[in-house]
């Protein structure tokens, strides 16, 4: 069977927002002026657990969150659903980036996930939480030896993994290709993203933040002691700001150059019989990812779906986040090729939906931070693609520095001091383009870095996978 019939059915929608009686029903936009303590611009899960968080920290504080579209509906509700523990976008960049903090990292990163699992519990929200873990599969031989020295490292920062051989990773998961593997047992967690935003959006209301949807923010500006942000149809006010934005172009110019929008795009296939789950022997329903630098990130759903994605990772010339890039039939055609040579038991499957969007990402490929107009605004992005657990991490150091206040998690270097910027267009582009024909290269060449990635990791950039 062609595998790009496979595709001829599939709904251009991400799945997981794709059930309107799963979504609830839109918040007011916010119509005239208004006043508050704390002004929390995007509505992902950036935003929501800084405003959620805020209402548990003070709950006497007046907090106010604007959306420019609506809640979950940008990368926190179409992402794969991966929860990780990792708040340095796994434990290699961590320790490459930060090797005299890393153990302290690796702490917090575990607390936090552990947190997270609490404050579902606090508030009732049902977001198909699974503490399963998740695999890494090696699907060249060279790639085993990496495997190894990975376990040796999470083991040794106190991390629960199992290094698998080619029949055990088999048993977990059945494909031909995979080699062996790395299961990290209880470091991530899989979850209904969409649900979790939906969720959190609930809890925050239940705490009375005064939450707007279809209220972009347009400008931010001082007026007197507070900060002022302009809607469609008025100013909010705040003593304190925190900005959300992520992917999207921040209200601070010169936030700007510290991150790019880059495009991932993901298949979920047409739930699986019995049969044909059995037939992969995916008992332990953990995620899992490959080895390569363009790698792929794949999980069951609650109803035995199986998403499929990454791999390509897509930067536009200028970047900007459109929704016409949300579809790339290219990719989506690729990505089909992919899933039936990792799963050729399963031939015969539809593809249900096709999706992409936008990530944002950074120079060190991990949350950056920073503050502006005197510690009255404070700023988190940057997660590539790993922001599902480290954006509650990420609330938490927000408000720390709106406060003032020297936490554990202020002093970190990883806080304190911002990655490098991006070069300006058309600089930006042709490194981009570069940087991701030398990632492919390395990977047809047995993980062999040639001498741009070479150079990149000496100056500290990211690009790593």
């Given at each position: 069977m062609d595998p790009l019939h496979a595709l001829r059915d599939a709904s251009?929608?991400?799945?997981?927002?794709?059930?309107?009686?799963?979504?609830?029903?839109?918040?007011?936009?916010?119509?005239?002026?208004?006043?508050?303590?704390?002004?929390?611009?995007?509505?992902?899960?950036?935003?929501?657990?800084?405003a959620l968080i805020a209402k548990e920290r003070d709950p006497s504080a007046d907090v106010v969150l604007i959306e420019a579209g609506r809640v979950g509906g940008a990368a926190s509700g179409r992402n794969g659903g991966f929860c990780e523990s990792s708040l340095t976008h796994g434990l290699g960049n961590g320790i490459a980036r930060w090797p005299g903090e890393i153990g302290?990292?690796?702490?917090?990163?575990r607390e936090n996930l552990q947190a997270i699992e609490d404050t579902l519990a606090r508030h009732g929200i049902d977001c198909d939480w699974r503490?399963?873990?998740?695999?890494?599969?090696?699907?060249?031989?060279?790639?085993?030896?990496?495997?190894?020295?990975?376990?040796?490292?999470?083991?040794?920062?106190?991390?629960?993994?199992?290094?698998?051989?080619?029949?055990a990773v088999r048993a977990e998961i059945d494909s031909p290709t995979f080699l062996g593997g790395l299961w990290n047992k209880d470091g991530v967690a899989m979850i209904d993203p969409a649900r979790l935003a939906h969720g959190?959006?609930?809890?925050?209301?239940?705490?009375?933040?005064?939450?707007?949807?279809?209220?972009?923010?347009?400008?931010?500006?001082e007026d007197g002691a507070r900060i002022a942000v302009t809607t469609p149809y008025g100013r909010v006010r705040a003593r304190k700001v925190a900005l959300a934005t992520n992917a999207y172009p921040s209200l601070l110019r010169r936030h700007r150059p510290y991150t790019v929008p880059v495009y991932d795009y993901a298949l979920m296939t047409e739930p699986l019989t019995d049969h044909q789950l059995a037939s992969v022997a995916w008992r332990n329903?953990?995620?899992?990812?490959?080895?390569?630098?363009?790698?792929?990130y794949v999980r069951l759903s609650a109803d035995n779906r199986i998403l499929w994605g990454g791999f390509d990772a897509v930067?536009?010339?200028?970047?900007?986040?459109?929704?016409?890039?949300?579809?790339?039939?290219?990719?989506?055609?690729?990505?089909?090729?992919?899933?039936?040579?990792?799963?050729?038991?399963?031939?015969?499957?539809?593809?249900?939906?096709?999706?992409?969007?936008?990530?944002?990402?950074?120079?060190?490929f991990c949350v950056f931070f920073d503050t502006s107009h005197r510690g009255r605004v404070a700023y988190a992005a940057g997660y590539t693609g790993l922001g599902v657990g480290a954006t509650r991490f990420g609330a938490e150091v927000m408000l720390d520095l709106l406060t003032g206040a020297r936490t554990e998690r202020t002093s970190?270097?990883?806080?304190?001091?911002?990655?490098?910027?991006?070069?300006?267009?058309?600089?930006?582009?042709?490194?981009?383009?570069?940087?991701?024909?030398?990632?492919?290269?390395?990977?047809?060449r047995e993980g062999r870095r040639n001498l741009w990635l070479r150079a990149l990791d000496r100056v500290g950039l990211g690009f790593d996978s």
């Open positions: 251009p929608t991400p799945f997981w927002l794709d059930d309107a009686d799963r979504r609830p029903p839109a918040a007011p936009a916010l119509v005239g002026p208004t006043d508050c303590d704390l002004l929390v611009v995007g509505g992902g899960y950036s935003g929501l657990w800084t302290r990292l690796e702490r917090l990163g503490r399963s873990g998740s695999l890494v599969v090696a699907t060249e031989p060279y790639q085993l030896a990496g495997l190894k020295e990975e376990a040796e490292a999470a083991a040794r920062y106190g991390a629960d993994v199992a290094l698998l051989d080619e029949a959190l959006k609930r809890a925050c209301q239940e705490l009375d933040v005064r939450v707007y949807e279809h209220t972009p923010g347009s400008r931010l500006t329903r953990q995620g899992f990812a490959d080895c390569a630098n363009r790698f792929h930067h536009r010339f200028r970047g900007g986040v459109r929704a016409e890039r949300d579809q790339r039939p290219e990719t989506f055609a690729t990505l089909a090729r992919h899933f039936f040579e990792t799963f050729p038991q399963l031939a015969g499957v539809r593809f249900s939906h096709a999706w992409g969007g936008a990530i944002d990402t950074s120079t060190r970190l270097e990883l806080v304190r001091r911002k990655p490098l910027p991006f070069p300006p267009e058309p600089v930006r582009s042709v490194g981009i383009g570069i940087t991701q024909w030398a990632l492919a290269r390395a990977d047809a």
